[in-house]
């Protein structure tokens, strides 16, 4: 049978109590249970002074390869404008997104993602990991949202599904275009991927996409909402609603806000992508903060390989003096060692040679 991104939890399932959703309206005070210290994360201070803004890209500029490049290497992570994704599609996985999450909690729970699965309604997989609560409720989608979103909606199911495949379609087509701006910037090219296919469109990439929502909160400031981590993808790509909260963290920088401009992307380079590139692009550590008047919406693509492909250093990265810093590994065994490794993913599989057997 064809295997699908949805089989990997089944050998590595997480257990979040569903007493971990919690019922954000009626909080005044923020519990012991949300309050979060720098004993919970280690990276919950480190606030930047510094004026650093993340690249801001427009991607008819004619240096759009060099400039997509220089934010791949320093950051890991740029904005862009002039994507080509209609602002009309936005507007409306933000309005599917709203009406999701403004269901009540009954309804959401019908779709609740199960301890072995990858798509439904819950908490991020990373609560797991740590022992305070995320301020959000979340959303996968991977595959089909057909039978969740009957359950949700049983009247309007249809259009939101429709809005769902439109949205994977537009950010499909993005994500490969980013995907070779980047790559062509350290002299990869079409020829390099093979599994890029005839037409270099990543036809057989696997995608899911996680909606996020991060209430109103009482006290922001004590509050996490997604604590820091990297994707595990090629790339992300995410739609932020007007509302500032997603940071980025860069060693010699600290966490700079990424503000919301209208209409516009964020694009995380993933852990893969940072394998692939044998370490020339880092995976970039990110969060999102809470917001004390306004709650906020996040809509990621997370974009990578087909699920069972091994995905090594590209041989072009690699010579005497640059030895491959990574083994072959699948998304799929990527994501196990995720749940697992949780931050330190990278580290742990770095110190396996390229020959060696990990899985
Ligand atoms: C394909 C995936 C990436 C992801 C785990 C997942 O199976 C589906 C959800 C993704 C997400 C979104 C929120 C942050 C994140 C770390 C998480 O807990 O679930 C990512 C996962 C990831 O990139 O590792
Ligand atoms: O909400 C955000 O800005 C970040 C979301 C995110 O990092 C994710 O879904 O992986
Ligand atoms: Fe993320």
Redesign the pocket.
């Known amino acids: 049978m064809h295997s699908t991104?949805s089989d990997?939890f089944i050998s590595h399932p997480i257990h979040i109590p569903l007493s971990n959703l919690p019922d954000f309206t009626s909080l005044r005070h923020l519990p012991d249970s949300y309050t979060w210290t720098p004993k919970d994360d280690l990276f919950f201070s480190a606030s930047s002074s510094s004026d650093e803004s993340l690249p801001f890209i427009d991607l008819s500029d004619p240096h759009v390869a060099t400039r997509v490049g220089h934010a791949c290497t320093t950051w890991g992570a740029f904005q862009i404008t002039n994507h080509g994704v209609p602002s009309r599609l936005l507007h409306d996985i933000e309005f599917l997104t709203g009406s999701l999450f403004r269901l009540p909690v009954h309804r959401k729970l019908k779709v609740a993602r199960k301890d072995d699965g990858?798509s439904g309604y819950g908490v991020?997989?990373?609560a797991s990991f740590f022992n305070k609560q995320m301020w959000s409720e979340?959303f996968?989608v991977v595959g089909s949202p057909f039978d969740d979103f009957h359950k949700l909606w049983p009247m309007h199911h249809l259009k939101y599904c429709e809005i769902i495949q439109e949205y994977e379609e537009h950010m499909q087509k993005l994500a490969a275009k980013l995907m070779w701006l980047a790559l062509g910037s350290i002299g990869v090219d079409e020829k390099d991927i093979e599994w890029a296919g005839t037409s270099s469109d990543f036809q057989g990439a696997q995608a899911?996409i996680?909606l996020n929502h991060y209430p109103i909160c009482p006290e922001p400031d004590r509050a996490m909402g997604l604590a820091a981590?990297t994707?595990?993808?090629l790339m992300t790509i995410l739609y932020q609603n007007d509302t500032a909260g997603l940071q980025v963290f860069r060693d010699d920088v600290g966490w700079v806000t990424v503000p919301p401009v209208p209409g516009s992307l964020v694009v995380n380079v993933g852990d893969l992508l940072h394998i692939l590139s044998n370490g020339i692009f880092p995976s970039v550590l990110h969060r999102a903060r809470v917001n004390h008047l306004r709650s906020r919406f996040s809509m990621?693509y997370?974009w990578g390989p087909p699920s069972d492909l091994m995905i090594s250093p590209i041989p072009k990265l690699v010579d005497p003096l640059h030895s491959p810093l990574y083994p072959s590994l699948t998304w799929k065994q990527y994501?196990a060692t995720?749940a697992t490794h949780f931050n330190q993913s990278l580290s742990f599989i770095r110190n396996y040679l390229p020959s060696d057997q990990i899985f």
């Open positions: 991104l990997v990858i991020a997989r990373i979340g996968t899911a996680q981590h994707d595990s993808t990621a997370l994501l995720k």
